[in-house]
DNA sequence: GCCAACGTTGGC
DNA sequence: GCCAACGTTGGC
């Protein structure tokens, strides 16, 4: 695994409490979905899981999203940010793992290889629709917050009664608020 | 711009 | 394999 490409220490003349560049409060968090099954998207096997991520030596770019929510979920993200690595399409779907943010949008060039497993005709060189994020590897969950048990909290009043991953099953990349990061933070380490 | 038909996602 | 919930397409 590769190290944080984050910059060292604060010069000298900073006084030591300065502010990290990217402080909690100016954070977002989401939750991005791959599948840690192998199956066959244009001849490509798309299988990806989290231990696919932690191997990588170098920032993954997220490609692929063909979504327009989900792609204005990529383009509103910074570098810092947190994500939830989830996996979904297999026996039990859930968040397994955390990573960061370390490159902004990009345009996503599988989208005009003809040949990639993303490739859109609708689109091209001339026409950057679709985008990709790079992230880094942070952490695996010792033991995974699985679906069935972040739906016992989306009822009414409870903490992720409005959470975007439960609202909209189907968006592959999705907005999760700071205090439903925080629960689920709680979620995870409680086991 | 409406909307029916069709395609995709992803939990179950 | 089923199907609900969306998203996309294309005729009108």
């Not at 779907?93 to 955390?98: A, N, T």
């Not at 290889?113 to 950057?128: F, I």
Request: net charge neutral; charged share 30%.
């Amino acid at each position: 695994p590769s190290e944080p490409s984050k910059a060292s220490s604060p010069s000298p003349s900073k006084p030591p409490t300065a502010a990290p560049s990217n402080p909690p409060s100016t954070r977002n968090y989401w939750l991005m979905k791959a599948e840690p099954n192998t199956r066959l998207e244009n001849g490509h096997d798309v299988k990806f899981s989290i231990d696919d991520l932690a191997a990588r030596t170098s920032p993954e770019p997220w490609d692929g999203i063909r979504n327009h929510v989900a792609k204005n979920n990529l383009l509103a993200m910074r570098r810092g940010d947190l994500a939830f690595f989830y996996h979904s399409n297999c026996k039990v779907p859930g968040i397994v793992g955390i990573m960061e943010v370390v490159r902004e949008a990009t345009p996503d060039e599988s989208a005009w290889d003809s040949g990639s497993a993303y490739y859109d005709p609708k689109s091209g060189p001339e026409k950057r629709t679709w985008y990709l994020v790079h992230v880094e590897f942070r952490r695996k969950f010792r033991e995974m917050v699985g679906l069935r048990e972040l739906q016992e909290y989306k009822g009414r009043g409870e903490a992720l009664e409005g959470m975007q991953l439960l609202k909209q099953s189907r968006l592959s990349v999705s907005k999760v608020e700071e205090g439903e990061w925080e629960f689920i933070m709680g979620l995870a380490e409680g086991k």
